[in-house]
Structure formats: structure tokens, C-alpha cells
């Protein structure tokens, strides 16, 4: 099985930062693209920042020039740097990742179970 665990939410004044993390494990041959959603009660989950193997990014255009995804392939771990936060950044954050399992050639896509993100103002 392959599994995500995100880590790095908590509450934070309005302007500050938080890093989330977001690391796959199992039987992995290959994780391809890795991607962080959020989602607020009520209203749909929201793609925010994605990131290929090769390092080539996209952003949500709300959190273009606050946020930055990256990862490390080494460790099939994603990372996403949240700086000058809102409150309406205030959300469940949830990490996805493209895996390709050592038993089966084709790719699924995995989910963790995310963390909750509170921006106070």
C-alpha cells in the first residue's frame, strides 16, 4: 500500500508563514506528479500549487508569489512554503500524489488526510 501523511498545519496571525509537508510511503516505485489542495466546509476542494518529477510548477492565482511548492524526490516528499497568509487561506490542506507501485506499472492516484491551516486576523 502506499500512504500520505501531511504535517505542518497550526494556527497563524494574518502575514506570517507555515511550511507543510507531505511525505509518501510503501511499496513506491515512482511518484509523478505531486499536488496540495485545500478545502474550506462547504465549498469544493481547490487545487493550489502542483509540481512535476522534473520540478516544473503551477499556482492557484490566489497564492501566486506567497506560496511555493518543491519537493524531494529522494525522499518522495512534498513541500509547501506558505508566506504573507490570509484568512482566507484558512483551510484543511490535503496532499496528492500520482505513485506508481512496484507491483502494478499504471499510476494512482493517493491522498492523505490532511491538515487544518487557521489564519487568525
Known amino acids: 500500500q502506499v500512504q500520505l501523511v501531511e504535517s505542518g498545519g497550526g494556527l497563524v496571525q494574518a502575514g506570517g508563514s507555515l511550511r507543510l509537508s507531505c511525505a509518501a510511503s510503501?511499496?513506491?516505485?515512482?511518484?509523478?506528479?505531486m499536488r496540495w489542495y485545500r478545502q474550506v466546509p462547504g465549498k469544493q476542494r481547490e487545487l493550489v500549487a502542483g509540481?512535476?518529477?522534473?520540478?516544473?510548477?503551477n499556482y492557484a492565482d490566489s497564492v501566486k508569489g506567497r506560496f511555493t511548492i518543491s519537493r524531494d524526490n529522494a525522499k518522495n516528499t512534498v513541500y509547501l512554503q506558505m508566506n504573507s497568509l490570509k484568512p482566507e487561506d484558512t483551510a484543511v490542506y490535503y496532499c496528492?500524489?500520482?505513485?506508481?507501485?512496484?507491483?502494478?506499472?499504471?499510476?494512482?492516484?493517493?491522498w492523505g488526510k490532511g491538515t487544518l491551516v487557521t489564519v487568525s486576523s
Open positions: 496528492n500524489a500520482e505513485v506508481v507501485r512496484i507491483s502494478n506499472p499504471f499510476g494512482m492516484d493517493y
Open positions: 509540481i512535476t518529477s522534473g520540478g516544473r510548477t
Open positions: 510503501g511499496s513506491i516505485f515512482r511518484v509523478d506528479n
